[in-house]
């Protein structure tokens, strides 16, 4: 098939049907993702989960540590850019934006209320994410290594959690394929988006 041949309006909407289901399907390709910030000029990648999505708004949401590394990495400059990759499609999609951190907001309070309590284990740690220790530690409290918190329990944590709002504004989609890879980018300005196709 020729790329002439492929919509690329099609192919906008596919991604965010694409993400929306990563959001809400855990074991699916487009779960997880690698966030990029930047830290002194020097690129910093790690795997986030993605929470949920705004589709109209173009908005990614994922969750963190208020004492990680990423979020004052945000603070300082909020450029960042999420990979994901679908092994069963072989679609990689790149996406560039500006985040925000939200704390003690409606967002941060509907988020965590909707966070699921094992998850919410991650908050409840003494110790920072990155501290040095002596030998392996989850960081949270040896009493949870056999339960689950409770709600009750779990409320300690909410004053680490916080929320990453991801305004996209650059998607760049590579399709691979064995005929020749396809790919193409998206600049979105408010709700004017420009599409061009690309060299792969």
């Known amino acids: 098939m020729k790329a002439e041949e492929f919509n690329l309006d099609v192919i906008f909407n596919e ?18 993702a690698a966030l990029c910030t930047l830290s002194d000029k020097k690129p910093r990648v790690r795997t986030v989960v993605l929470r949920r ?23 300082l400059n909020p450029n960042v850019s999420i990979l994901f990759y679908s092994k069963e499609n072989k679609v990689q999609i790149r996406l560039e934006g500006i985040a925000s951190l939200h704390t003690d907001d409606v967002l941060a309070k509907e988020q965590w209320k909707s966070s699921k309590l ?26 949870f290594d056999s339960h689950t918190p409770s709600e009750e329990e779990s409320i300690a944590g909410q004053k680490n959690f916080c929320v990453i709002s991801i305004k996209i504004n650059k998607i760049d989609w ?11 980018m998206f600049i979105i300005d408010k709700d004017n988006i420009k599409k061009q196709w690309l060299a792969p």
């Open 174 to 184: 590579l399709y691979l394929r064995s005929k020749g890879h396809l790919r193409c």
């Open 53 to 75: 999505v705004v589709k109209e708004d173009y908005t990614l949401i994922i969750h963190t540590d208020q004492r990680s590394a990423k979020f004052e990495e945000i603070k």
């Open 118 to 143: 094992q998850s919410r284990k991650c908050y409840l740690s003494e110790l920072s994410p990155g501290t040095k220790v002596k030998e392996s530690h989850c960081g949270a409290s040896e009493i």
């Open 15 to 32: 991604i965010w049907d694409f993400l929306s289901d990563g959001a809400e399907i855990s074991k699916g390709d487009f779960h997880l």
